[in-house]
């Protein structure tokens, strides 16, 4: 199926916050209570639409055991967005999310979008961190924020969204470079075409690109010679 945009994701935070059932989640709408632990890293895919245009996104889910974490490095490079996972049931996990963000900030892309996600919100009668305290530290960071459970789908699909929506909104203000395939975008087919010949690099825009001139210095607009 063709798209618009292609975004790459990370997922990352601690082992057993439940980054891989939130992959499942929104690629499969199904919970999955057992599941392998990942090693190394996995990847999933979903095509969604934002503000009407087809836009796939392609997530890596990495292993959050110390161990790999030199591989999971390896990956921010060409991500657009990350999730950044928590357990809400388990303040050891949200105590390490500073530490996953300055890994995240040193490897990778500087403008990547980063949704900070408190996970399992329905276990709230085990809840060991306040929503306010997650809420806290993403607007302290400048980051998104959602509680979601990937068990009951709360909000699952939301943050996906969310964070491509970001991603889109700083495509159309210019802010990620979407020539460079380490910025974790890639543009679609089809939107390829006109692009190469903007000379303003606006690339984002509603509507697509001012005509440019032909080779007679006649700019043609929908077939049509205009002024
Ligand atoms: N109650 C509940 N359990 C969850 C949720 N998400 C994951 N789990 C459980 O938490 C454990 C770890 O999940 P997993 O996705 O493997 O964590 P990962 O190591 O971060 O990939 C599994 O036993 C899941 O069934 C959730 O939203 N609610
Ligand atoms: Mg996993």
Known sequence: MSYDYLFKYIIIGDTGVGKSCLLLQFTDKRFQPVHDLTIGVEFGARMVSIDGRPIKLQIWDTAGQESFRSITRSYYRGAAGALLVYDITRRETFNHLMSWLEDARQH???DMAVMVIGNKCDLSHRRAVNKEEGEQFAKENGLLFLETSARTSQNAEEAFIMTAAKILQN????????????????????RGQGITGAKDGNLGQKGGLSPAKNRNGVREVNGRQAR
């Not at 495509?171 to 975008?185: A, K, L, M, Q, T």
């Open 108 to 110: 990778g892309n500087p």
């Open 171 to 190: 495509i159309n203000e210019g802010i990620f470079n979407v020539s460079d395939e380490s910025s974790g975008i890639k543009i679609g087919y089809g």
